[in-house]
């Protein structure tokens, strides 16, 4: 199948991060570290892996560490450079000038709307979405996977996990239909459903492959959920009209969003990493 390639991504990291106060009073949940990479870091990284060229932020007041992150950075590299540091590890880091663009989200109007805001840099190009509290960690990234699946499909792609049904009022719930391999198709979908009203315990963890009708659609979208413009109401009203799958993960995943769910993202990071696995697994010991 011959498509429009995925060139773009969005990151919305506007949101205040207000359940990792005070950690996140002066500085944006997304620049928290995992190990020593910031949260937002592996989100660029995977949208890299995946062939994406342009990252677009949707960020709000408080928010420009993150553009400092991703910019060069002059004093430090010319420092290391004059001690002979190895500037490798700032790889990644130094996104190329018009490889990046951010759009400001001025008031907190739901996930809906940060996409939306970032309308015209996205033009007519079909695109990625990535929400870089959920953590998406395997051998081959989850975009990756999901761009696979797109070159086969085409339209539009979720990347969805199964979660025990207690949990699933927290979330975008797929009404799955058919299934082939990773893949099902999707019949419709509902953001935080009741816990009776949900049509699966499959949730939407924050990866999207979009194409971009649902800016139209987003234009006149009425508040949902926690009266928020929320994504997830777009979508539903373009299914029918278009190709929706969604993609079943082969990896972990850690919700970053959580402080759980953050801690054991920065313990199984660890545990991955040589120069560190010894000593945290001596440590360990003595907590368990
Ligand atoms: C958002 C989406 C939801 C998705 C979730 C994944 O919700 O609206 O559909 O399942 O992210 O983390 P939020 O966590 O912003 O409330």
Request: proline content about 5%; overall charge negative; hydrophobic content about 40%.
């Amino acid at each position: 199948m011959t498509v429009k390639p995925i060139r773009k991504a969005v990151f919305p990291v506007a949101g205040l991060g207000t359940r990792f106060l005070p950690a996140t009073k002066a500085i944006p949940k997304e620049m928290l570290p995992i190990v020593d990479r910031p949260l937002i870091q592996y989100a660029v990284d995977e949208a890299i892996e995946a062939g994406i060229e342009q990252m677009i932020f949707v960020t709000g007041r408080g928010k420009s560490t993150i553009e400092d992150h991703f910019d060069s950075a002059y004093e430090l590299e010319h420092t290391m450079r004059s001690r002979d540091k190895d500037l490798s590890i700032l790889d990644g880091t130094r996104l190329k000038p018009g490889n990046c663009a951010y759009v400001r989200q001025q008031e907190p109007l739901g996930l809906g709307h940060a996409i939306w805001c970032a309308r015209d840099i996205i033009g007519d190009e079909p695109f990625a979405v990535f929400l870089p509290d959920e953590f998406m960690h395997g051998e081959t990234g989850c975009m990756k996977q999901m761009v696979s699946a797109y070159e086969e499909k085409g339209g539009n792609l979720l990347s969805v996990l199964e979660i025990e049904k207690e949990k699933v009022s927290s979330y975008g719930v797929i009404d799955p239909g058919n299934s082939e391999g990773v893949l099902t198709e999707v019949r419709g979908l509902v953001e935080k459903p009741a816990i009776e009203d949900a049509p699966s315990n499959l949730i939407i963890s924050g990866r999207y492959i979009l194409q971009p009708d649902v800016m139209r659609t987003l234009e006149n979208q009425e508040a949902g959920s926690g009266g928020e413009i929320q994504l997830t109401d777009a979508m539903a009203k373009m299914i029918g009209n278009q190709a929706f799958h969604a993609v079943t993960f082969d990896g972990n995943r850690f919700d970053c969003g959580s402080k759980a769910g953050y801690l054991e993202a920065n313990f199984a990071l660890a545990m991955e990493r040589e120069d560190l696995a010894d000593d945290v697994r001596e440590f360990i010991k003595k907590y368990i």
